[in-house]
């Protein structure tokens, strides 16, 4: 693939560049001032990215200040087709002007009954045609407490395992399956827990201390011991539950081997394979659905982000032999939103008709291709990861303790210096993975090769500028 070479043939920034350069300053505005006295504690993205935002337009945002951004968030990643897309504005207004109730609760319509033959449509066809759907209440952690409900219910067993920095919501029962030590702490023992942490392949820092096929190899055979020893401590388990890609652990992809061992394994041992694509479905990777790149079938797949054309919705898509449950096992007010669905079968059509998947997967190329030139120069890129248009790269100290692969810790202080400083400059990205160290880039779809190279740009200048000032 081509890459256009202006942009990455000189990364590095000289000092005189910046007083050329149109730099933001962050003073709080009023609407930000107040948002800080009245909003909860717990709010989060308002403390790295202080904007008060007013318009969306396509992959852009404009602030109450008449700043536009690039956002590179997008909802995280819920607007596939980006701010305000027209079909999605249309479809809203066709809502409207046809006076369709606006909540249904589980009552059908021709609406939902459209946006259920478009999703079962996307989806491989040894999976829809034997899948059951359930509507969920508007966000993807509830889809994943519908997913383990329906799993224990099905089995009879009340264990579920889960990865290492795995991510699949904040609600009790999902929060139960994080990674994440933070949220968890405060609450001492969740409610019901019954989960079994397993080492994600994670191939940059394996948790083995090996890595390549020699890492997936012993990931997989622990695995398959754990459930296959009598004496393993853990006891049969109704699901195993995994990202494709792990997005706020870091976009780490996993190795599509170690998928398919995956799913051979539960397969075997009777255990319901739950993939989590809330964050990586709808073209996202390059594939319609990320379990896609590993050709494998899973038993369970929860929806959420993209779903609903940027509105709340989320679903739960299973195989028929789960489907054990009894009437009103899982219910919610707000699972009716026919808005969202008129919305999401607008971004489902539009994703088949123009190959966004395909676009994604060319845009992610060139991005990343990007990204590996500008590493050449600055060692501080540890590692440039992901699927498609879910990128990440991993900020890394070279002058810290190496482990044992070689590789120098993360640096989350020089990750949360280069996110400042892309904001300065118009652009909007998000941290994650191991201590914040994990720049992500997760933008619309729709992102043009030009603007993927104006990303570039913003990056490679803030990237200069951060480790000025370090």
């Known amino acids: 693939m081509q890459v256009v070479s202006s942009v990455v043939e000189n990364p590095t920034v000289p000092a005189s560049a910046e007083a050329a350069e149109t730099l933001y300053r962050f003073d709080e505005s009023p609407l930000l001032a107040r948002q800080k006295r009245q909003e909860s504690n717990a709010r989060s993205y308002p403390r790295r990215l202080p904007l008060a935002l007013k318009r969306g337009r396509g992959i852009r945002v404009e602030d109450v200040e008449g700043r536009w951004f690039i956002d590179c968030l997008a909802g995280a990643g819920t607007l596939a087709l980006g701010h305000n897309h027209p079909v999605v504005i249309e479809a809203i207004r066709q809502v409207l002007d046809d006076e369709l109730p606006l909540h249904t609760l589980d009552l059908t319509t021709p609406v939902k009954d ?180 590993a050709g494998i079938l899973p038993d369970v797949v929860v929806l959420s982000k993209a779903i609903g054309g940027s509105l709340p919705l989320a679903v739960m898509v299973y195989r028929e032999w789960l489907d054990k449950w009894l009437p009103g096992a899982h219910a919610g007010t707000f699972r009716g939103n026919q808005m969202a669905m008129a919305a999401g079968s607008a971004v489902m059509r539009y994703l088949r008709e123009h190959d966004l998947p395909g676009h994604a997967a060319a845009m992610g190329e060139r991005l990343a291709e990007h990204l590996r030139v500008l590493q050449r120069d600055f060692p501080q890129l540890g590692d440039i990861r992901g699927r498609g248009l879910m990128l990440g790269v991993e900020i890394v100290d070279p002058r810290g303790v190496a482990d044992a692969l070689g590789h120098p810790p993360g640096d989350g202080k020089l990750a949360s210096a280069i996110q400042h400083e892309c904001l300065r400059r118009g652009l909007i990205l998000e941290l994650g993975g191991r201590h914040g160290c994990v720049v992500r880039f997760l933008p619309p779809l729709v992102i043009s090769a030009e603007e993927i190279d104006d990303v570039v740009q913003r990056f490679a200048r803030a990237l200069q500028a951060a480790l000025r000032r370090a």
């Open 114 to 293: 459209r946006f259920v033959q478009d999703l079962f449509g996307l989806l491989p066809e040894a999976f829809s045609r034997e899948a059951k759907i359930q509507f969920c209440g508007p966000t993807g952690t509830d889809a994943v407490e519908a997913a383990l409900k329906l799993v224990r219910t099905a089995t009879g067993r009340s264990t579920v395992l889960s990865f290492q920095g795995g991510y699949h919501g904040m609600s009790q029962g999902a929060l139960g399956l994080m990674g994440n030590l933070g949220p968890k702490k405060p609450l001492g023992a969740l409610l019901g827990n019954g989960v079994q942490f397993l080492p994600y392949p994670y191939a940059y820092r394996c948790p083995f201390g090996l890595g390549g096929d020699a890492g997936v190899r012993v990931n997989l055979n622990y695995l398959e011991n754990l459930l296959k020893d009598p004496e393993s401590g853990v006891q049969p388990p109704a699901a195993v539950i995994v990202e494709v890609v792990q997005g706020e652990g870091g976009v780490i992809p996993a190795d599509l081997d170690w998928l398919r061992g995956l799913r051979r394994i539960t397969e075997e041992a009777g255990v319901a394979l739950i993939v989590d694509e809330i964050q990586s479905g709808f073209g996202r990777t390059g594939r319609m659905f990320a379990f896609e790149h």
